[in-house]
Antibody, heavy 125, light 107 residues
């Protein structure tokens, strides 16, 4: 079955870069029917979609406007994983971060069917 | 961005009760709505897609309905393991957006 395993630090200093990785098993980051997403959750913002990467003959990315100037999501086909980098973090970026697969993307069945375990990231000096 | 508004924000119910949670979209989104269940300390669990299709393995006491702007999640007979927070989410457009959640508590 498909599983997503997240890794990365739980504490990041203000102004630095938050970096997380999501390793995929049972599927391929290069799949042409899915997208690979990062979502965060905090008491103040609820569940907030941050962005995605996906392959459709070439690689595409979409990002939320709220983080667009600071975010990069990259696929790594050699390791079958994808990563999140969020630059210039502030305490407002403190949240649980999830990676998630979007099944049958761009169809009526489009949904986040598989989630990583979550990583609590605290931004503090 | 499409806003998803759930009601109520919290709900107290007893085992065996039938409960309904409502989700309203800020514009028409056809049937592009999904529902998730989340328990404390866990990732959301995918329950329903395309407004009314049950994900494989999800108990049949869960059902979804609606189209356009108004959607509902119904649990026909609450079980102890159903006490959790439920979220709707639209997949009609980017950015994907979620409702604020409905916390289902034991009465």
């Amino acid at each position: 079955q498909v599983q997503l395993q997240q890794s990365g630090p739980g504490l990041v200093k203000p102004s630095q870069t938050l970096s997380l990785t999501c390793a995929i098993s049972g599927d391929s980051v290069s799949s042409t029917s899915t997208t690979w997403n990062w979502i965060r959750q905090s008491p103040s913002r609820g569940l907030e979609w941050l962005g995605r990467t996906y392959y459709r003959s070439k690689w595409y990315n979409d990002y939320a406007v709220s983080v667009k100037s600071r975010i990069t999501i990259n696929p790594d086909t050699s390791k079958n994983q994808f990563s999140l980098q969020l630059n210039s973090v502030t305490p407002e970026d403190t949240a649980v971060y999830y990676c998630a697969r979007d099944q049958e993307a761009f169809s009526i069945n489009d949904a986040f069917d598989i989630w990583g375990q979550g990583t609590m990231v605290t931004v503090s000096s | 961005d499409i806003q998803m508004t759930q009601s109520p924000s919290s709900l107290s119910a007893s085992v065996g009760d039938r409960v309904t949670i409502t989700c309203r979209a800020s514009q028409s989104i056809s049937s592009y709505v999904n529902w998730y269940q989340q328990k404390p300390g866990k990732a959301p669990k995918f329950l329903i897609y395309a407004a009314s299709s049950l994900q494989s393995g999800v108990p049949s006491r869960f059902s979804g309905s609606g189209s356009g702007t108004d959607f509902t999640l119904t649990i026909s007979s609450l079980q102890p393991e159903d006490f959790a927070t439920y979220y709707c989410q639209q997949s009609y457009s980017t950015p994907r957006t979620f409702g604020q959640g409905t916390k289902l508590e034991i009465k």
